[in-house]
């Protein structure tokens, strides 16, 4: 089986603060994808990643960046964290039409 | 731009009946993916069913099933019999069938929260 995982299921922040959400697949997937996840808006995309070192912007980049060093670990950076960024993070990976996804970061930023 | 919309934040159904649940999307596209994906409450998101635009037979997965209107870009899910477990939301997405860099990525709409009534 799959296995996404995520460093933490909750994590709060407080405003200003840099945060790493880190991502980590086991299926050696080139694809892997960050999504946030609010109520009413359904997913949408942060970045996504194609290879190592390769990154591409979802429709909503801004306020993050992502890191892409080992083909396994994908890792999304919040730079100066806002409450507007409070919100379910998740990472999924693939290798072709389906995505696997993590169980989900709930960030909260105070 | 590809846009997908679930106009049902919210269904209910009774143990043991039949739900529909609605999805349509817009594209210009002649050849893509459509999904149905389940997210339990605090579980992970899994696929349910899947659905190539090229294929004019609707795909079937034990009790779910869809009804894919190509012409109205209509992509409903049946689930029958349905039980406890079923209880979740459920997002339709939309994904390419190009597999250029960036054509990978999904499409989803705003979700429904589907509740099962014992």
């Known amino acids: 089986d799959v296995k996404v995982t995520q460093s933490s299921r909750y994590l709060v922040k407080r405003t200003g603060e840099k945060v790493f959400l880190e991502c980590v697949q086991d299926m050696d997937h080139e694809n892997m994808f960050w999504y946030r996840q609010d109520p009413g808006l359904g997913l949408r995309l942060i970045y996504f990643s194609y290879d190592v070192k390769m990154k591409e912007k979802g429709d909503i980049p801004e306020g993050y960046s992502v890191s892409r060093e080992k083909k396994e670990r994908f890792s999304l950076i919040l730079e100066s964290a806002s409450t507007n960024q409070t919100s379910m993070y998740l990472c999924?990976?693939?290798?072709?039409?389906?995505?696997?996804f993590g169980p989900g970061t709930r960030l909260t930023v105070t | 731009a590809q846009t997908v919309t679930q106009s049902q934040p919210e269904m209910s159904v009774q143990e043991a009946e039949t739900v529909t649940l609605s999805c349509t999307y817009d594209t210009s596209e002649s050849d893509y993916y459509l999904f149905w994906y389940k997210q339990p409450p605090s579980r992970q998101m899994i696929l349910v069913i899947r659905?190539?635009?090229?294929?004019?037979q609707n795909a079937t997965e034990n009790r779910f099933s869809v009804n894919f209107q190509k012409a109205a870009k209509s992509f409903s899910l049946k689930i029958s019999d349905s039980q406890l477990g079923d209880a979740a939301m459920y997002f339709c997405?939309?994904?390419?069938?190009?597999?250029?860099?960036?054509?990978?990525?999904?499409?989803f709409g705003q979700g429904t929260r589907l509740t099962i009534n014992p």
């Open positions: 999924a990976s693939s290798f072709s039409y389906e995505q696997y």
């Open positions: 659905q190539e635009a090229y294929k004019q």
């Open positions: 997405a939309y994904r390419s069938h190009y597999s250029i860099q960036g054509a990978q990525k999904l499409v």
